[in-house]
């Protein structure tokens, strides 16, 4: 085994033997010569005197002039300069190929602890990001220590000692400079369970700590600290939860180097209790604090065991045997030659010393000590040897050793060469042992122990013991009563610890861990004394022996203790763990076997390879790069002001590969339709990183945009085929199809993937990969010898294809063993082949193999594991390899079906909006979605369908696919409580002084924890019949009481009639109460209550049930009982929309169903905001309520809105949805992520029961007040009895006094007067829904249904025809029911009195309108109005025009300061054809007090009709000079659906000045009439008024009078921007104040209707279920003709967008924490003087009134192409940067105030919004002589 550290040789004698080498041949010894005399270098000498002399001579004798002989000398000195210059640098560069190390390791970096750990050590990772991080967040770290400082520590210090309570920090800062990370190291050969990091920290701080103790008036302080060292952070435990790491545990293995800068520390040495300390000691101590075993433990989750992770159980114990030294250095003297060496051992903290031995340089020690090892590797064995002298001990040499490397070798027996010494060595034997948690080898343990001889007092250990110190409970008090401050002293042997203190507390709380060494765990304790911190008080004793640990599981014990001589109940909470040390001797015997070479060819060779378990676990990533859209344009022409398009491609980066795309030309809208294939693993935390980048030619690539997704949310989806919004920039996206291809090893499936594969064509000519390839080549076996007969040095290289890798080449061997991994994409396992070459050193073969790919396919497992003979090579040469191939399966080839599932996230919320209609439900098929290539989705008819999978997000964050709602969401249920009656109740309105008995006036006030319903009130009665119901949703364990209490109405103060309390859970339990309840705290009185709990269940076959019940069921307040109740959790919003100011929002929702109204908590600014809030809802009908959402930002700006029918729900498992859905009127990757659960309410009440209960009210009440209070309630439910009545046969007919005895039951629980025969009749002319006159007049009564039942479920008697009621009152016909021989479709639609037309009534005018397109372009000439110097001097202009048209005007912008300005606005305005209206233009100079005219002119309308599309200059009228340049288009509408596509595009495609948008259609609304809207909340009928919305744009029709069935006949007109997106919302209220319902219609549902109209009846969502309103609605696309020019490339020119440019101006634009802008230079400035330019350039961020932007360059003289290089900032955030527009000037400095024209030589402005400003930008900008 060779020596694991021999150490260098000493530093002066090895560069003292380099120098001789180089001086002297090899293996000779240089003996210095003295030559005094010799003859050939005199000769030569003179040789060259005289050669030098020679042609001066010569010079002088023909008389050449003396400059020509000094030139010559010049040139020769000249050239020889030249030439030793060159001959020095070939030595130089000669000299550091020959010896490169020894000069860089010598010469450059002599000192390497200068450098920083990761130029020595390659594992060593720079981390520039974190220290970035770290000087952020610096200030807020110095913030959170200062905090610790006075809040923690400060107290802590104060109570440990009474000298100190005085202390105070006066002064915590933490300086400006932050600790920096040089390096980090992760271990991955450690626990899976935790991750391992060296982070390599130096910190030289500018700290200030003032520290006072008053009592003493002492001051101190530290300034300065510099820290230095390798600090080990472990994350552990890791948890399946956030934050993924329980806890962050930090430490150094070896002491830091750490210097404190002390002020006043004398003063502070000067108080009592620190005197004994001096400086030293006090670094000492804080070093060693920080330093193994010694941790700093942060928790980050809740119930963590701290103590265990603050001091785990170390990873062993290293035995170590100082055998003895050789050949150390004699400091004794120089004539004794000897030394008296001993020896020092350091592991951490942990310090052992030999005896020292007299005069003697071969020691031999014989003694043992062992070590805990906390941490390997990392902890390291230092052993220094010293002389041991009276006065100071002269240093023999040191060594080190990483103790990992004992823990692999197990022994480690060797030699170790010391260092800094020209001498010596040491002899070490190093054993690891391991912890064992079980008894089995204790009793081998200590046989071993007993044949170790040691020379130390302390024999060998058997054992370790772990003691766990966490808390105790009820200690007794100190003398005096007090609370005492517990230590724990812990003996085991002969060795005591002691805990730390808890000050103040009898219930201590230590945390504490300890490590003893056991010799024999049967015959030893541990002793635990619980005292005062004097240490003289003990609190209470405690005894364990430690062979109770033998006995339990694990060897682990963790109890409660009860002390000894304590309080009663004083215990201790101790966990003990015991570990036996066990030496593994056999697999240190195999690791030294192993490492004789001579082993490996005698031992049988394995017959398999033994790869590592993630061998051919990795998959395939693919890529089809499909297209993107609407992407920015960053080829801007004329320095911005026309926008351009962009040369995009893409860059994708994912697990260390990068694919470029082709560059698409002059496109926004590009498709690539490439593909890309990456074979990856499933590691967590790997992305997949794409950008968008515009080519160019002369300079940086423009950033378009970038997307960032988590590689595990592709591999969790398998398949994504989405389009992705690009971030940091305004606007695109990008359409991929992502794929994870997971691998088979079923031959059968490789058909169906070649076929897919032939399938498939791609721009970049990719053909899918059909097979991964995975070889393991482990060894090779007796290969031949090189032709020099030494063994070569194999290198493996394999080759499929055209791709090729290649192996390490190993050390010289013929069987060599690699151990390595590869993969290979297979295109055609048929037909490929792997090759496999073996080579000495690349260059001599060495043999090879030839495998088919086909094979595999035969293979078990598709797998090839063997030894394989080599061709080429000797008869007995082989390799052994595995090869397997896997399948890569696209979803495309597992079944069409899957293939074609349709798309729930687009094509179901498109259909769940158009089913909002409730009497016409059809099915509009979306417009089919353009896609390319293979993964272009087939369509069937007109719905395209798509893969169905999970959305996924383009952002950092991962996105969950569904909520993660509350437990309790989704338990509530409802109390519903029917108020019946009331009797005898006590007559408070007395008369003459109460001797005459009144009555009362009753009501009930019913109290439901916070809620309260009121009932109203019965006149002048006792015994009251209200029949009401309220419902109230609670939760089952709710402790609430339903307090009932009566009351007289007064008009001054209401008096009491009495209370009742009922218990909530008792009428849980029962479920269902039907009683009579006696009143208290009054004489007498009592209620009859029908309470009901309903619990709700997720049962659709419940809902015909709860919805018979409400036919069944009516009550006099008008109260409908619920079906269902609904539950919606809102979780959070994804990519919501800005602001129109372009902050983020501060998103809202507030959730509508019916007229129920929530709003969720407004968000912090973000467009991703999280409310995790849950609502619920009460649901009369769910086949036809509607939720809407509605997203605001602070419930101001709308930020879009989500429609979901509640029927929706009724199709889902559990009437459960838990998805992301759009957002409408967002953006289109805006979502919001929310979980709605519909519940069915299961009532258990016998319907019977309360027919019956209600038919004996209904006897009992007078006739007048029936006739008050039943008649509304008809009126008002008579739809629900029509259509009830109208499923019913024939009947027969009886006398109205039989079929009233045998239907209506005697009363039973009231006594009361007997009814009259007339009271009854009253009934039957309120109550009786009219009959055929066709039927029987006779028929047995038994053999038809026992009552017609009306709406509110009580009996009620048959009225027979002919009789003397059948002649009604005008107003009780009005009432009067439809015949039940209507059909079922007729009676939804039709009134109570008459027969609601179906359609509106025809309007001629309806939809005649078209629309006026005004595109103002430019003016040419106009006339100059600003003159100077009372019209000397002419000026110019500030122009903006007027037009008038109608009534209505528009007013474009003022272009500053010019005659021929360009405007380039649009106006649309809604006329109706009138040939003779005149569009009035005219143009005006601005001024500060009157505008000046600058001509005018109009055109009639019928002439703009006529010619439809003008292009044309029109001149100027009533003014000198000036034209103006108009696009003028009138708009014809068609019905013809194909138009839209083109009209679309041209919004795309044109931008205006005035950020107008061109309409795309229009939409005509007639609102004729509504029917039955609800009464006002005090009854009476409302003034009903609608108002319409759409976008922007809002009407109103007039207010009707009271009606529930007004009519308006009115008509409106939008412009429609987007069809597809748009919707229009009508709101119905009475007067404006009170709601009466809505309507939302999107617009798209017109686009599938013939003719694009609508016309019919719709529901109102939040009214009535019966409330409708009758409307027509038609769409009218706008034929334009200018959408068909810019279809084909053409379109109108602006004239004075020609004129050539003044030259160009070079800028660069830049934001790091302040707005950057550098003016470098200007080029080929036009000039009319013939002389150069004074040049300076201005520039001002717009808008800035006040000037305080405005910057300008210094003045450069004479020149036309000035270079300025000059930089401005200006101190602003990035949002407000974005919104400014930056103006740059060149001017002339040289021009006169008479030539004030001639001042701007050239201008532009820049949008900086459309730019990128965080990459930054530097561009040439053209210069405009007159700009903007």
Not at 119 to 146: H, M, R, T
Not at 488 to 505: E, G, K, L, P
Not at 1197 to 1220: H, T
Not at 1279 to 1295: D, N, R, Y
Request: with cysteine.
């Amino acid at each position: 085994m060779s020596n694991v550290d021999s150490g260098p040789k000493n530093d002066s004698d090895s560069e003292k033997k380099t120098e001789a080498a180089r001086d002297t041949p090899s293996g000779e010894i240089d003996v210095p010569k003295t030559e005094l005399f010799d003859a050939k270098a005199i000769l030569w000498t003179f040789g060259k005197c005289l050669t030098t002399l020679l042609p001066v001579y010569l010079a002088g004798y023909y008389r050449m002039s003396t400059s020509l002989v000094v030139f010559g000398m010049m040139v020769y000195a000249g050239w020889k300069h030249t030439r030793e210059a060159k001959e020095a640098r070939l030595k130089s560069a000669i000299q550091l190929v020959n010896d490169e190390q020894e000069y860089i390791s010598s010469k450059s970096f002599r000192s390497r602890r200068d450098l920083p750990s990761w130029v020595n050590f390659p594992d060593v990772e720079k981390v520039e990001w974190l220290n970035k991080v770290i000087q952020q967040a610096w200030p807020f770290i110095g913030q959170y220590l200062e905090k610790l400082l006075t809040e923690t520590i400060a107290p802590s210090i104060r109570g440990s000692s009474t000298h100190l309570q005085t202390l105070s920090f006066t002064k915590v800062d933490f300086g400006g400079k932050p600790m920096k990370v040089v390096g980090v190291k992760a271990h991955t050969e450690n626990d899976k369970g935790q991750i391992l990091l060296d982070v390599y920290i130096s910190y030289v701080g500018d700290v200030e700590i003032n520290v006072e103790v008053k009592r003493y008036f002492c001051k101190a302080g530290v300034k300065g600290i510099q820290l230095h060292g390798m600090m080990r952070v472990i994350l552990e435990p890791l948890i399946g939860d956030v934050p993924i790491v329980g806890a962050v545990t930090m430490f150094f293995i070896q002491r830091p180097k750490l210097t404190i800068n002390w002020t006043g520390l004398t003063n502070l040495l000067d108080i009592p209790g620190l005197n004994v300390m001096s400086d030293t000691m006090i670094m000492d101590a804080i070093a060693s604090f920080l330093v193994l075993p010694n941790r700093l433990t942060v928790p980050l989750v809740a119930d963590l065991q701290v103590a265990q992770l603050r001091c785990p159980l170390p990873r062993g114990v290293v035995r170590i045997h100082l055998v003895e030294a050789d050949g150390l250095a004699s400091k004794d003297g120089v004539m004794a030659g000897m030394s008296d060496p001993y020896a020092t051992l350091r592991v951490g903290p942990q310090t052992f010393k030999s005896r020292h031995l007299d005069n003697t340089l071969n020691p031999k020690w014989g003694e043992i000590y062992e070590v805990i090892v906390h941490e390997v590797p990392g902890q390291e064995l230092e052993v220094e040897v010293f002389d041991k002298d009276p006065d100071h001990d002269d240093f023999l040499g040191r060594t080190k050793l990483d103790l990992g490397i004992v823990k692999k070798s197990k022994i480690v027996d060797e030699w170790f060469t010391l260092k800094d010494t020209p001498t010596g060595r040491v002899h070490l034997r190093l054993e690891w042992l391991m912890l064992e948690a079980g008894t089995e080898r204790l009793e081998e343990v200590l046989k071993r122990n007993e044949s170790v001889v040691s020379k130390t007092a302390k024999p060998p250990s058997a054992a370790i013991l772990a003691v766990y110190l966490d808390k105790a409970e009820a200690l007794p008090m100190k003398k005096g009563n007090k609370d005492p401050n517990p230590i724990v002293q812990i003996s085991v042997q002969d060795v005591t610890r002691d805990s730390r203190i808890c000050w103040n507390t009898v219930n201590p709380q230590w945390e504490d861990a300890f490590t003893f060494f056991i010799r024999d765990p049967s015959k030893q304790d541990i002793n635990v004394q619980v005292k005062d911190n004097d240490r003289v008080q003990v609190l209470g004793s405690l005894s364990i022996p430690v062979s109770r640990l033998l006995s339990c599981q694990d060897l682990n014990m963790d109890e409660w203790f009860n002390l000894e001589n304590s309080g009663p109940e004083s215990r201790i909470h101790i966990n003990t763990v015991l570990r036996v040390l066990w030496l593994d001797e056999a697999a240190a015997t195999a690791s030294l076997l192993s490492s004789d070479p001579f082993s490996k060819s005698s031992a049988s060779r394995p017959q398999k390879t033994t790869p590592h378990s993630s061998f051919a676990s990795e998959g395939m990533l693919r890529i089809h790069l499909v297209e993107g859209q609407n992407l920015v344009a960053k080829d801007n022409l004329m320095g911005g002001m026309v926008k351009g398009k962009s040369d995009p491609y893409v860059k994708i980066q994912v697990g260390g590969e990068t694919f470029k795309s082709h560059v698409i030309k002059e496109n926004l809208n590009p498709t690539w339709n490439e593909m890309y294939e990456v074979v990856l693993t499933q590691l967590p935390g790997q992305e997949l990183t794409l950008e968008v980048f515009d080519r160019d030619m002369d300079m940086k690539d423009d950033f378009m945009g970038r997307l960032k997704m988590n590689l595990s949310d592709i591999i969790s989806s398998e398949y994504i085929n989405e389009w992705f919004t690009l971030s940091d920039v305004k606007r695109g996206r990008v359409h991929l199809a992502l794929e994870w291809l997971p691998t088979e090893t079923q031959p059968e499936k490789l058909q169906q993937v070649l076929q897919y594969q032939s399938k498939s064509v791609y721009l970049n000519k990719s053909v899918p990969t059909a097979a991964l390839l995975f070889v393991y080549l482990e060894r090779a076996h007796e290969l031949p010898l090189k032709k020099s007969g030494k063994e070569p040095k194999v290198g493996a290289e394999l080759i499929l294809r055209g791709t090729s890798h290649k192996t390490t080449v190993s050390d010289r061997t013929s069987s060599p063993q690699w151990d390595e991994a590869f993969h290979f994409l297979v295109r055609d396992p048929l037909n490929e082949n792997l090759v496999v070459k073996l080579s000495h050193n690349w260059d001599f073969s060495l043999g090879s193999v030839v495998i088919p790919i086909k094979e595999l396919l035969s293979e078990p497992d598709l797998m090839l594991d063997q030894w394989l003979d080599l061709d080429g090579a000797s008869p007995q040469s082989q390799i052994l390899l595995r090869a397997q191939l896997k399948i890569l399966c696209p979803k495309e080839t597992e079944s069409s079906e899957d293939h074609k599932e349709p798309k729930a996230s687009s094509i179901r919320r498109k259909q769940e909006e158009e089913l909002v209609q409730k009497s016409i439900i059809e099915e509009v098929p979306p417009s089919p979605v353009s896609r390319t290539s293979s993964v272009s989705v087939p369509e069937e008819e007109d719905v395209p369908e798509v893969p169905e999978v999970p959305e996924v997000s383009s952002s950092d964050d991962l996105r969950p696919l569904h909520t993660s709602p509350d437990p309790s969401f989704g338990a509530e249920g409802v109390l519903r409580l029917h108020l019946l009656e009331a009797e005898d109740l006590v007559a408070k309105d007395n008369m003459m002084g109460g001797m005459v008995k009144g009555k009362s006036d009753p009501y009930v006030k019913i109290h439901i924890g916070d809620k309260i319903f009121k009932s109203h009130v019965i006149k002048e009665n006792l015994n009251p019949t209200w029949n009401e119901m309220y419902e109230v949703v609670l939760p089952s364990r709710s402790t609430s009481d339903v307090l009932v209490e009566v009351f007289d109405k007064d008009v001054d103060k209401d008096d009491f009639l009495g209370r009742v309390k009922i218990s909530l859970q008792e009428i849980i339990g029962s479920q269902l109460t039907d009683e009579w309840f006696s009143l208290n705290d009054v004489k007498r009185g009592r209620v009859h209550m029908i309470l009901e709990w309903l619990p709700a269940v997720a049962r659709h076959d419940r809902l015909q049930k709860a919805l018979g019940l409400q036919s069944e069921h009516s009550y006099l307040n008008k109260s409908v009982p619920s079906a269902a109740l609904f539950f919606v959790l809102l979780e959070r919003a994804h990519d919501l929309p800005l602001k129109k100011s372009g902050k983020e929002p501060k998103p809202a929702a507030e959730l509508v169903l019916g007229d129920i109204t929530h709003k969720t908590k407004v968000c912090e600014r973000s467009m991703s905001p999280e409310w995790s809030e849950a609502f619920h809802f009460l649901v009369h009908n769910p086949t036809d309520e509607i939720l809407i959402i509605k997203l605001s930002s602070a419930f101001e700006q709308p930020l879009g809105s989500v429609v979901l029918p509640i029927r929706e729900l009724l199709s889902k498992p559990d009437l459960l949805m838990d998805q992301w859905l759009s957002v409408d009127g967002a953006g289109p990757d805006s979502q919001i992520l929310l979980r709605a659960q519909l519940k069915i309410l299961d009532s258990s009440l016998d319907t019977s029961v309360l027919r019956r209960k209600k038919a004996v009210v209904e006897e009992e009440r007078p006739a007048v007040e029936q006739h008050k209070e039943k008649a509304p309630v008809t009126v008002e439910h008579s739809q629900a009895a029509v259509s009830k009545e109208s499923e019913k046969k024939t009947l027969p007919t009886k006398g109205v006094s039989q079929l009233a005895a045998s239907t209506l039951p005697r009363p039973m629980s009231l006594p009361q007067e007997p009814q009259k025969q007339t009271d009854a009749q009253d009934i039957d002319d309120h109550h009786t829904p009219s009959l055929p006159k066709t039927q029987p007049a006779t028929e047995d009564l038994s053999k038809v249904p026992d009552s017609t039942t009306n709406e509110g479920g009580y009996m009620e008697p048959i009225k027979t025809f002919g009789s003397a009621h059948e002649e009604q009152k005008p107003e009780e016909q009005s009432h009067k029911s439809v015949s039940p021989s209507a059909p079922a479709e007729e009676s939804k639609v039709s009134s109570s009195t008459e027969l609601r037309p179906q359609k509106t009534s025809h309007d001629p005018s309806f939809g005649n309108k078209g629309v006026l397109r005004i595109h103002l372009l430019e003016a040419q000439d106009l006339v100059a109005k600003d003159n100077l110097m009372g019209g000397m001097v002419k000026g110019k202009s500030d122009p903006y025009v007027k037009i008038h048209i109608g009534d209505t005007t528009f007013k474009s912008h003022v272009i500053k300061e010019n005659l021929n300005p360009t405007w380039n606005e649009m106006y649309e305005m809604l006329l109706t054809p009138d040939n003779n209206l005149d569009v009035k233009f005219e143009v005006y100079d601005k001024d500060f007090e009157s505008d000046d005219f600058l001509g005018r002119f109009k055109l009639k309308l019928g002439h703009i009709i006529s010619s439809k599309y003008n292009d044309e200059w029109f001149t100027l009228n009533d003014i000198k000079h000036g034209r103006v340049h108009l696009v003028l288009e009138w708009l014809p509408t068609s019905t013809q659906r194909d138009r839209l596509d083109q009209v679309m595009q041209m919004q795309s495609s044109q931008t205006y000045q005035n950020k107008s948008v061109p309409s795309a259609a229009l939409l005509f609304i007639y609102l004729e009439r509504a029917h039955d809207l609800p009464l006002k909340k005090s009854g009476k009928e409302p003034k009903a008024a609608a108002e319409l919305i759409l976008g922007g744009t809002t009407y109103k029709t007039k207010v009707c009078d009271r009606s529930s069935s007004p009519h308006w006949n009115e008509a409106f007109d939008f412009l429609v921007h987007d069809p597809k997106k748009d919707i229009l919302v009508i709101k119905l209220s009475s007067a404006w104040d009170q709601p009466m319902g809505s309507l939302v219609l999107p617009i798209r549902e017109l686009l599938s209707k013939p003719d694009l109209l609508l016309d019919q009846w719709f529901g109102l969502d939040g009214a009535l279920p019966k409330s409708q309103i009758l409307l027509k609605a038609q769409l009218k696309i706008l034929d334009s003709k200018m959408a068909a020019l810019v279809a084909m490339g053409s379109g109108p020119v602006l004239s004075n967008k020609q004129t050539a440019t003044t030259g160009q101006i070079q800028i660069s634009l830049s934001f790091q924490k302040k707005l950057t802008v550098v003016i470098h230079a200007c080029r080929g400035l036009v000039t009319s003087s013939k002389d150069s330019l004074d040049t300076y350039v201005s520039l001002i961020l717009l808008p800035d009134k006040s000037k305080a932007t405005k910057r300008k360059t210094t003045v450069k003289k004479k020149n036309l192409n000035p270079e300025f290089n000059e930089r401005f900032e200006f101190d602003m955030s990035v949002e407000d940067a974005r919104r400014r527009e930056l103006s740059v000037c060149v001017k002339n400095a040289s021009s006169s105030f008479m030539n004030r024209d001639k001042d701007v030589i050239g201008q532009v402005q820049i949008d900086l919004g459309h730019v990128d400003l965080v990459s930054g930008v530097t561009e040439w900008f053209d210069l405009k002589e007159e700009q903007n």
